[in-house]
């Protein structure tokens, strides 16, 4: 994310400060951490994909029930998502009037039992339930918080297909996250233009009734009506727009698996370019009627930028690709799958790290929010790489000392493990970006960017985690580099380089 003024000294993330320059200073408090291998990674992954329920009883007695869980592990939310199904697609059918900020909905949801299932959860913040149905069959259903636990009128047998609607409504409004104390919440924000939705961590339950965590992508369908002359972005292809008279209905489509975080859905009176991007696949720009050219200017290299990272991490992963810039200053930007969503004054670097952001993060997605610099890390790297490109290795070299000497100085906490106060700080984006340039000079360019080709290519559609992402550079290395990711990545401090003391 980038603050509304073009500069160097950015928010690189949705409302968090970047600090790419040698001036800028941020403080991270020192924290314990704790290392997670593979095998406690593959173990939380076996759980999430085979939690089975309590085993059914014999003969004549009844079944024991049989739940699903209520919320995934994750190191930093724990209570985040559901186990024991997997949800393969989210049809989401919005009504909004933009007078009162009403939200009328149906979102149906198609997924596949992991277990059999006499109870399953989902997640919904502050929006009234009015029915829920399963396979067409009325079911019962509790709130508790955001938690929204269904029990259908007949177990769901393990392997079964099923589909869940739910029909709800109310007033949007951003949900609190823990991980960003110091606003309101994220998710579903009515600003005087419209609505915007930026969902990172976990903002997607503040509009839709979701599985809600990384870990559980589906593809989407969303259709939204509103009011004359307001027009709709969301994710992936517009499939329709159809004139009702007084409102539109605007279709869209996003056939690639999107975690729920980045769905988006931006309305407001935009005016709205469309052009080819790379390979000709469709480039929409939404902008602000009264957006001046300097602006617009900001975005204007926006498949070039997407050629040169297509050179570096492999080709695009999706079918489009486009921008939202809103009205009022929401900021920063974020990486909504297919359509960013940009603060107004959101500048060319910016552009270049919700772009990357396409691969990491989108296409691969964390195993884990604990796995963030998976996502932050390498985006600020692209930038990085992208500022090399444009202004030479001089200014690149320049620029990197700088956040060599921040994260020293500010004594940024290891990437690997921030915690979740942290997660949107320096330790994710500057010496997460600063450990990969580390890799690529212990091992070479060659091998650095065939290791990004070959993970963003190999966890296409997937996730990856911290000790995946180890053990898949060691492979493609050949050699051991645990000793250069103990530094980087989980050194309380990170080490004093040699190279770059030698300059200061």
């Not at 998502?81 to 939200?103: C, E, N, Q, R």
Request: aromatic share 12%; net charge negative; proline share 7%.
């Amino acid at each position: 994310m980038s603050t509304p003024a073009r500069s160097n000294t950015r928010f690189a993330r949705f409302f968090v400060p970047l600090v790419c320059a040698a001036a800028a200073s941020l403080a991270a408090p020192s924290c314990i951490y704790v290392r997670l291998d593979a095998e406690d990674w593959d173990e939380i992954r076996s759980e999430w994909r085979h939690d089975h329920g309590p085993p059914r009883s014999h003969g004549s007695a009844p079944l024991t029930p049989s739940y699903g869980s209520a919320g995934l592990g994750d190191p930093y939310y724990p209570e985040l998502g559901g186990g024991g199904f997997d949800v393969a697609h989210y049809d989401l059918d919005l009504d909004v009037d933009m007078v009162t900020g009403v939200l009328e909905a149906v979102a149906t949801i198609d997924a596949t039992a992991g277990q059999p299932l006499d109870r399953f959860h989902l997640e919904l913040a502050g929006l009234d339930v009015e029915s829920v149905r399963v396979d067409g069959v009325e079911a019962d259903f509790e709130r508790d918080g955001r938690e929204l636990a269904i029990e259908p009128a007949a177990r769901i047998a393990s392997g079964a297909a099923f589909t869940v609607e739910i029909a709800y409504g109310g007033v949007p409004e951003p949900t609190p996250d823990p991980a960003i104390p110091f606003i309101p919440g994220v998710g579903w924000f009515r600003m005087p233009s419209g609505v915007y939705v930026l969902s990172e961590c976990i903002g997607a339950a503040s509009w839709f009734p979701c599985n809600d965590h990384p870990l559980d992508k589906a593809t989407f369908s969303i259709e939204v009506t509103v009011d004359k002359p307001f027009v709709v972005a969301s994710n992936g292809l517009l499939v329709s727009e159809v004139d009702d008279g007084d409102t539109r209905t605007y279709a869209w489509r996003a056939s690639d698996p999107m975690a729920t975080y980045l769905a988006t859905v931006n309305i407001a009176a935009f005016d709205v370019t469309v052009s080819e991007g790379p390979g000709g696949m469709p480039l929409r720009l939404y902008a602000p009627t009264d957006a001046t050219e300097d602006e617009l200017a900001e975005f204007a290299r926006t498949s070039e930028i997407l050629e040169f990272f297509a050179e570096r991490f492999g080709p695009y992963p999706f079918e489009c690709v486009g921008a939202v810039i809103s009205y009022e200053s929401l900021g920063g930007a974020l990486e909504t799958q297919t359509i960013p969503v940009y603060s107004r004054g959101s500048g060319e670097d910016t552009v270049a790290h919700e772009l990357a952001h396409q691969w990491f993060g989108n296409s691969v997605s964390p195993a884990s929010w604990q796995d963030l610099w998976l996502n932050e890390g390498f985006a600020s790297y692209a930038e990085f790489l992208w500022f090399e490109h444009v202004h030479g290795v001089d200014a690149a070299d320049e620029r990197m000392r700088g956040m060599y000497r921040t994260t020293r100085d500010a004594k940024f906490a290891p990437p690997a493990d921030p915690g979740r106060e942290q997660l949107f700080g320096g330790a994710v984006y500057v010496r997460g970006a600063f450990a990969l340039h580390c890799l690529r000079k212990a091992v070479g360019d060659e091998l650095f960017f065939e290791t990004l080709r070959s993970w963003a290519d190999q966890n296409h559609d997937g996730h990856g985690s911290t000790a995946d992402f180890i053990a898949h550079a060691e492979r493609v290395a050949e050699r051991d580099l645990s000793a250069l990711f103990e530094a980087v990545l989980y050194a309380p401090v990170l080490p004093v380089d040699e190279a770059y003391e030698a300059h200061e």
